[in-house]
């Protein structure tokens, strides 16, 4: 069965500075992707950068990037100049098939 | 676009009686819808899988007697809590699988807050 573990249920950050959220995950398929997710205080989920595990070359979206290890099964989320609307909760997702299973989710705060 | 939107975004039932929620995706075809249930400061929690035409896919220890899910079109699946009690009272979110076109992706509708009274 896969899993997926963040291990970091709370983060807090100054604004514009840079943080790390970790996840690891487990799994025996070699064809799947990894998502990070952020939840904001509206609940609404939203896609924050996808990663094919076929794919070497680290996700980029703006100030959003990953660092992807397949052998380590690990896939941390890299946030550089963190701004206030960054404050939310982060959920790290696998899918090999067709459903996403989530980690339990880090909760970031960004203070000014 | 890919926006799912659900319905109603809020609803308070009595003990016993029985609540729908509805599930759009507005601007693609989705051959495959799930429900996820959420509380606070937790996780999403799979639900069931619904694929149109057929009957849903429920996750171990899901009660699909009380969670009702039809996906009747495309476009459109139900959740029907019913006899609805307040241990149902819970965030349910669905999200709706696109085709090839949209790398199959998974949209997310804003979510249903149901409080059973």
Known sequence: AQTVTQSQPEMSVQEAETVTLSCTYDTSESNYYLFWYKQPPSRQMILVIRQEAYKQQNATENRFSVNFQKAAKSFSLKISDSQLGDTAMYFCAFRAGTALIFGKGTTLSVSS | ?117
């Open chain 2, 1 to 117: 676009g890919a926006v799912v939107s659900q319905h109603p975004s809020w609803v308070i039932c009595k003990s016993g009686t029985s609540v729908k929620i509805e599930c759009r995706s507005l601007d693609f075809q989705a051959t495959t819808m799930f429900w996820y249930r959420q509380f606070p400061k937790q996780s999403l929690m799979l639900m069931a899988t619904s694929n149109e035409g057929s009957k849903a896919t429920y996750e171990q220890g899901v009660e699909k007697d009380k969670f009702l899910i039809n996906h009747a079109s495309l476009t459109l699946s139900t959740l029907t809590v019913t006899s609805a009690h307040p241990e149902d009272s819970s965030f349910y979110i669905c999200s709706a699988r696109a085709g090839p076109n949209l790398n199959y992706e998974q949209y997310f509708g804003p979510g249903t807050r149901l409080t059973v009274t």
